[in-house]
């Protein structure tokens, strides 16, 4: 990497950016022997000429390389003390938004792989902790975006009645999206909140929805219905943070599990009927009939209890009769697909 007498830069910043960028790829050490907003000068090593000067030109608006004596008489060196925690984080926010779970010390080692530089595990560790710290700062945004306008209407005119899903984008966006989805009383359905997170887990789960609380003002969680898949951290967290609603699961995702063991279009007509069985002994009625068929696969049903996907085991208050989650699959189908 060559310095060009004459180079133009935004602004001090970037200067100094410059400046670190070629200590960095040439393994000079040198450092800053003047750091003020309208100018910054660079030197290296006792006994070495290099020098490098850039200072605001205010007729061209811009910070300019105007003094540089391009020469080293000085011994590479493979930890420089010019680098710092926001050239660090500017280099590999990307890589961090890319794999979140990447530790300090991997990175450390990745910076030595591919730049052969040192740099300090502490000034590592702010650095990846400063990106993260921004990558969730993004996330409440866009958390917030959605409130305004959508949460207002669920309110008004609503059924109490919330999909969620996780739903994993492909190369669009770095991550997955978490939404949640309501039903207005013509049921239409539109998006409550959605959230992009690095991963899907329980604690992702754990924010988007302590925040989706926050936001429909919702203290008494009795009123609400809950549809989700059957992930085990989602439950958890909606237990916690619900504990007063409603959760069902999305009678598609127990089809979908089951019917791995047990295929074909007649069980799936048997399995719709027990799902969309209105009282309880329409329910076992219907179950009968599936054993009559199919003694393993209604043992195997069994073991999703009812109440968390059938329609007849369902509070009788909450008007919307959905057992699948197709409103939250349905968005998440547009925002794939935009
Ligand atoms: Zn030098």
């Known amino acids: 990497m060559e310095l060009e007498l004459g180079t133009l830069y935004d602004d001090g910043n970037q200067f100094k950016k410059a400046m670190i960028n070629y200590a960095v790829y040439t393994k000079r ?16 090593v006792k006994s070495c000429p290099f020098q490098a000067t850039g200072s605001w030109d205010e007729s061209l608006k811009c910070f300019q390389l105007k003094t540089l004596t391009a020469v080293h008489k000085c011994n590479l060196k493979y930890s420089l003390a010019i680098v710092n925690q926001k050239w660090i984080e500017d280099r590999y926010e990307d890589k961090v938004r890319d794999n979140p779970t990447i530790g300090p010390v991997e990175l450390k080692k990745h910076i030595k792989s591919e730049l052969k530089l040192n740099v300090g595990i502490c000034m590592v560790r702010r650095a990846v902790r400063a990106i993260l710290k921004k990558i969730n700062a993004g996330f409440q945004d866009q958390f917030r975006r959605i409130r305004d306008y959508a949460a207002e209407w669920f309110l008004e005119g609503c059924r109490k009645v919330i999909g969620l899903d996780g739903c994993f984008l492909k190369g669009l966006l770095k991550g997955e999206i978490l939404s949640a989805v309501g039903r207005n009383s013509n049921n239409q359905m539109y998006p ?8 899907e887990n329980t604690d992702s789960w754990r924010w988007f929805l302590g925040l989706l609380k926050t936001d429909l003002g919702n203290t008494n969680t009795y009123p609400w219905t809950i549809i989700s898949d059957q992930q085990k951290g989602l439950t958890h967290v909606i237990q916690e943070l619900f504990p007063d609603s409603e959760h ?8 979908a599990n089951w019917s791995k063991l047990h295929r ?10 027990c799902a969309k069985a209105t009282t309880e002994s329409q329910f076992q009625e219907q179950l009968k009939f599936l054993e009559k068929m199919d003694r393993t696969a209604k043992a195997d049903l069994e073991r999703y209890p009812p109440r968390l996907w059938c329609k007849a085991f369902f509070r009788t208050f909450v008007k919307c009769d959905a057992v699948d989650n197709n409103l939250s699959e349905a968005f998440n189908g547009t925002l794939v697909k935009a």
């Open 29 to 44: 050490n040198i450092h800053y022997v003047k750091n003020e907003p309208k100018r910054v000068s660079v030197a290296c």
């Open 192 to 199: 409550i909140a959605w959230a992009v997170v690095e991963i």
């Open 248 to 255: 069902r699961n999305c009678a598609r995702h127990v089809h």
């Open 264 to 273: 074909g279009k007649v069980l799936k007509k048997h399995f719709w009927m």
